[in-house]
């Protein structure tokens, strides 16, 4: 069903996909130092983060910003495998352009994420007054609203996956797309699923060792952007194998 062999070095057959991945690992660089400060800071010692609250906050807008360059190069890397069977990886020039690819998928997650805590609020607020009559009525908000959430959650990487296919922010609307995705294709939903939370396992336990020393924090940079990609192929495997990519594209053949 996903041909893991390819995810785990698909991109080595660009010839430039040494300089290209070291970029994208630097590009990492301080959004995982930052994690790290932030991680090992004193919560209780307010007057020392306040000390360095000049450096800290231009190091997480600076941080966010990276990261966000980052994820638009791989919604970029899996727009051009789908549609192009292209397996290199993408220039690093349009840096800009993968800022805005970033910002428009975030964009379209919030939309749902807000319309996820307005049906909330819905709920909430008539059972609200009926808890003093039994506390058991509170069953049924609590259930809805756990619905609600599980939802959301199960319905975001169809909605991203929706977006990969042409980097269109309405494409998180787009409901018949959204149908073709998941139709036919609960199993290996399921299955990719699964594998993205496995490689997100085990890129944590390999940033945790390589954290244990000063020289291992400097590699994990580089450990997560080479999983980006492998998620990145991984999707696009997904995607291809759902049929919703357009039917005139070269999709899944070798070249």
Same mark, same amino acid.
């Given at each position: 069903?996903?041909?893991?062999?390819?995810?785990?070095?698909?991109?080595?057959?660009?010839?430039?996909?040494?300089?290209?991945?070291?970029?994208?690992?630097?590009?990492?660089?301080?959004?995982?130092?930052?994690?790290?400060?932030?991680?090992?800071?004193?919560?209780?010692?307010?007057?020392?983060?306040?000390?360095?609250?000049?450096?800290?906050?231009?190091?997480?807008?600076?941080?966010?910003?990276?990261?966000?360059?980052?994820?638009?190069?791989?919604?970029?890397?899996?727009?051009?495998?789908?549609?192009?069977?292209?397996?290199?990886?993408?220039?690093?020039?349009?840096?800009?352009?993968?800022?805005?690819?970033?910002?428009?998928?975030?964009?379209?997650?919030?939309?749902?994420?807000?319309?996820?805590?307005?049906?909330?609020?819905?709920?909430?607020?008539?059972?609200?007054?009926?808890?003093?009559?039994?506390?058991?009525?509170?069953?049924?908000?609590?259930?809805?609203?756990?619905?609600?959430?599980?939802?959301? =959650?199960?319905?975001?990487?169809?909605?991203?996956?929706?977006?990969?296919?042409?980097?269109?922010?309405?494409?998180?609307?787009?409901?018949?797309?959204?149908?073709?995705?998941?139709?036919?294709?609960?199993?290996?939903?399921?299955?990719?699923?699964?594998?993205?939370?496995?490689?997100?396992? =085990?890129?944590?336990? =390999?940033?945790?060792?390589?954290? =244990?020393?000063?020289?291992?924090?400097?590699?994990?940079?580089f450990l997560t952007f080479y999983f980006t990609l492998v998620s990145?192929?991984?999707?696009?495997?997904?995607?291809?194998?759902?049929?919703?990519?357009?039917?005139?594209?070269?999709?899944?053949?070798?070249?």
């Open positions: 069903m996903f041909d893991f062999q390819r995810a785990f070095k698909f991109f080595t057959n660009d010839s430039q996909w040494a300089t290209k991945f070291i970029t994208g690992g630097f590009l990492l660089l301080i959004p995982v130092l930052v994690s790290y400060v932030r991680q090992y800071l004193p919560d209780d010692n307010s007057k020392l983060i306040v000390k360095y609250l000049p450096i800290l906050i231009p190091a997480i807008i600076i941080s966010l910003i990276f990261s966000a360059i980052v994820a638009g190069y791989r919604f970029k890397l899996i727009n051009n495998e789908i549609l192009y069977n292209d397996l290199k990886l993408p220039a690093w020039g349009a840096i800009i352009d993968y800022f805005v690819l970033a910002f428009k998928a975030a964009a379209g997650s919030a939309a749902w994420i807000v319309l996820a805590g307005v049906l909330v609020w819905f709920v909430m607020i008539p059972f609200g007054a009926l808890y003093k009559i039994n506390a058991l009525l509170l069953l049924v908000p609590i259930i809805l609203v756990s619905s609600i959430i599980i939802s959301l =959650l199960v319905v975001l990487p169809l909605l991203n996956a929706s977006y990969c296919v042409d980097l269109k922010f309405n494409s998180f609307f787009n409901m018949q797309r959204l149908k073709k995705l998941i139709k036919g294709n609960v199993l290996k939903y399921f299955v990719y699923g699964v594998i993205l939370f496995a490689l997100s396992a =085990l890129q944590q336990i =390999l940033a945790f060792v390589l954290g =244990l020393t000063v020289i291992g924090i400097l590699f994990v940079p990145a192929d991984i999707t696009a495997q997904f995607i291809v194998q759902t049929g919703v990519v357009p039917a005139h594209c070269e999709i899944g053949k070798e070249s």
